[in-house]
C-alpha cells in the first residue's frame, strides 16, 4: 500500500515525535494517534518507526501560587521607572506530585517557597519595558532552577501607572511555557453550571 507523504508527515505529527526524540507540535486526539499507530503498524511502513502506543506520563498535578504582590519598576512611561508601581503575580506549577504526596517530604516535590523567592529576585530587579519581558524572565528562571516543574503558567498584572489616570482594575499578560520533552496536561474546561476546579 502506498501512503502519501502528507500521511507520514501526519502520522508522526500525531505521535509527537520523531525518531531523534525532539518534539513536533500537533493537536490531535490520543484516539487519532493510537488509530495512526495501529495503521501504520499494520501495513509496516518503512518510514515510520515504531512507538509505544501508551499515553505519555503526564500527571495534570499542579502547584498554584496565587496574588503574590511586588514592587517593580518596569514600564515604558518615566514615571513607572522613577517611581515604581506595585504588581500582582499569579503562577500555577505543573508538578509530579506522586512522590511527595506519598513520602510527605519537602525535597521530593517543588519548594513553592523558593519559587516565590525567583519571581521577586526577577520582578522588584532590574525594570524591563515590557511585562511580557518580567514573565519571560521569570518563567526561564522557575525552568532553569526548579526540575521538577514541567509546565508554568505565569499572569502578571500592573495594577496602576503612575502618572496616569486609570479606568481599569489593571493590566497584564499571561504566558504558558511548557518544559521541552514534556507533554502538557489537558485543561480542565469550564462546565455550563460553573467554573472548573
Same mark, same amino acid.
Given at each position: 500500500m502506498n501512503m502519501s507523504k502528507g500521511f507520514v508527515n501526519l502520522v508522526k505529527c500525531a505521535l509527537g515525535r $520523531?525518531?531523534?526524540? !525532539?518534539?513536533? $507540535?500537533? !493537536?490531535?486526539?490520543? !484516539? #487519532?494517534?493510537? +488509530?495512526? %499507530?495501529?495503521?501504520a503498524s499494520a501495513i509496516g511502513h518503512s518510514e515510520l518507526p515504531r512507538y509505544s502506543t501508551a499515553p505519555p506520563t503526564c500527571t495534570g498535578d499542579w502547584i498554584h501560587i496565587n496574588n503574590m504582590r511586588f514592587h517593580g519598576r518596569h514600564g515604558v512611561?518615566? =514615571? =513607572?521607572?522613577?517611581?515604581g508601581q506595585n504588581f500582582l503575580v499569579d503562577i500555577k506549577l505543573e508538578v509530579d506530585a506522586t512522590r511527595a504526596g506519598a513520602s510527605d517530604a519537602l525535597e521530593d516535590t517543588v519548594n513553592y @517557597?523558593?519559587?516565590? =523567592? +525567583? @519571581?521577586? =529576585?526577577?520582578?522588584?530587579?532590574?525594570?524591563?519595558k515590557l511585562i511580557e519581558t518580567v514573565a519571560q524572565r521569570a518563567v526561564n528562571t522557575?525552568? %532553569?532552577r526548579h526540575p521538577g516543574v514541567q509546565q508554568? +503558567? #505565569?499572569?502578571i498584572r500592573k495594577l496602576a501607572i503612575?502618572? @496616569?489616570?486609570s479606568v481599569v482594575d489593571s493590566v497584564g499578560v499571561q504566558i504558558r511555557r511548557v518544559r521541552q520533552g514534556h507533554c502538557p496536561a489537558p485543561q480542565l474546561e469550564p462546565s455550563a453550571g460553573g467554573n472548573a476546579l
Open positions: $520523531v525518531p531523534s526524540g !525532539a518534539l513536533l $507540535v500537533c !493537536a490531535q486526539p490520543p !484516539a #487519532f494517534v493510537v +488509530d495512526s %499507530l495501529l495503521w512611561l518615566p =514615571e =513607572e521607572t522613577r517611581l @517557597v523558593a519559587v516565590y =523567592e +525567583d @519571581v521577586k =529576585e526577577i520582578v522588584e530587579g532590574p525594570p524591563c522557575i525552568l %532553569l508554568v +503558567d #505565569f499572569a503612575p502618572g @496616569v489616570p
